[in-house]
């Protein structure tokens, strides 16, 4: 069965940074878009930034010049680089997966880490 496992979760200051790494199986990692969604107390899920197994990203407009996403394929991993911090990023982070298998639509959650930004 496959998983994901997210780390680099924590509390920082605004303006602070952080790095987000999500782990993946090489069956999940393999051929998949892979993302970061996050969830703030009250609020729905939203997708926050995204790399196609092709490199390509597409970003939340609230992220964009602060959040950079990338993927090492060698290490099937996915990383979310944070900058420039704001107390309205803290939120539950959780790592995406998704692709087509044959006509099947599959994706995969991780079990979300904990982002705090505070004074």
């Known amino acids: 069965q496959g998983q994901l496992v997210e780390s680099g979760g924590g509390l920082v200051q605004p303006g602070g940074s952080l790095r987000l790494s999500c782990a993946a199986s090489?069956?999940?990692?393999?051929?998949?878009?892979m993302g970061w969604y996050r969830q703030a107390p009250g609020k729905e899920r939203g997708l926050v930034a995204q790399?196609?197994?092709?490199?390509?990203?597409n970003y939340a407009d609230s992220v964009k010049g602060r959040y950079t996403i990338s993927r090492d394929n060698a290490k099937n991993t996915v990383y979310l680089q944070m900058n420039s911090l704001k107390v309205e990023d803290s939120a539950v982070y959780y790592c995406?997966?998704?692709?087509?298998?044959?006509?099947?639509?599959?994706?995969?959650w991780g079990q979300g880490t904990q982002v705090t930004v505070s004074s």
């Open positions: 790399i196609s197994s092709d490199g390509k990203t």
């Open positions: 995406n997966a998704w692709k087509w298998v044959a006509t099947r639509f599959v994706d995969y």
């Open positions: 090489t069956d999940i990692f393999s051929g998949s878009a």
